[in-house]
């Protein structure tokens, strides 16, 4: 019996040394297991004002007003999940429960993601067939080259072995509860099935 701990602790330490060097850069992501629509909701229009007009005057007047995008859905939640060793029947031999997740989140049009070419998003070759795809024009302010840009400074990462360094990926910065602009979501592309293919970091 001994011995089989002692076989079982070395295999179990040797792969865990030799996963070491792959972890960050070989990972393929994989799907969540549980997704809950827990709200929905959209910001309130504001009804109209009226300002008196009387003949004769000459009135300088300031307007501000707010309109909700057409072109973009948000979403935000809790992130979940731990690191297991388990067999292909899903039977657990051992689970790191992660009390405090930090990664990536992706979401994809496409049901089936081609990780071995993923990529930035190219805006030049293909940003004007994905604002048309979508009804978004090209003097629109919220459109995708007004909303995502490069050289935001975006922090380096690993997707399924390919390599990003900092600033490569057109990207952007999102409110968190706070205001503060801390979290980046960043525009990348597969195959033309895939373009709209984004990651979204959380800490």
Same mark, same amino acid.
């Given at each position: ?12 330490? $040797?792969?865990?040394?030799?996963? $070491? ?8 992501? &994989?799907?969540?297991? #549980? !997704?809950?629509?827990?709200? %929905?909701? #959209?910001?309130?229009?504001? &009804? ?8 004769? %005057?000459? &009135?300088?007047?300031? !307007?501000?007003?707010?309109?909700? #995008? ?20 899903? @039977? ?7 009390? @405090? ?9 496409? @049901? ?13 070759? @293909? ?19 007004? /909303?995502?840009? /490069? ?35 960043? $525009? ?16």
């Amino acid at each position: 019996m001994n011995g089989l701990k002692r076989f079982f602790v070395y295999v179990f330490v $040797l792969a865990f040394i030799l996963s $070491l060097g792959v972890f960050a850069s070989a990972i393929t992501p &994989s799907g969540a297991s #549980t !997704i809950v629509s827990v709200s %929905n909701s #959209t910001a309130p229009t504001t &009804s109209p004002t009226s300002q008196e007009a009387i003949a004769g %005057n000459v &009135s300088e007047i300031s !307007i501000e007003g707010v309109s909700t #995008t057409q072109s973009w859905q948000g979403y935000f939640g809790n992130v979940t999940g731990a690191i297991r060793l388990a067999d292909a029947s899903a @039977n657990v031999m051992y689970n790191w429960s992660i009390a @405090n997740p930090s990664g990536e989140v992706y979401a994809s049009t496409s @049901n089936s993601v081609a990780w071995g070419s993923i990529a930035c998003f190219d805006w030049a070759t @293909n940003g004007v067939a994905l604002e048309t795809s979508y009804g978004i024009g090209a003097d629109d302010a919220d459109g995708v080259n007004e /909303t995502f840009a /490069t050289g935001n400074g975006h922090d380096e990462f690993y997707t399924a072995g390919t390599q990003f360094t900092s600033g490569t990926c057109m990207s952007t910065k999102v409110y968190d509860e706070l205001r503060m602009t801390s979290r980046c979501l960043y $525009l990348k592309m597969g195959t033309e099935q895939t373009l709209q293919q984004l990651r979204i970091t959380f800490t």
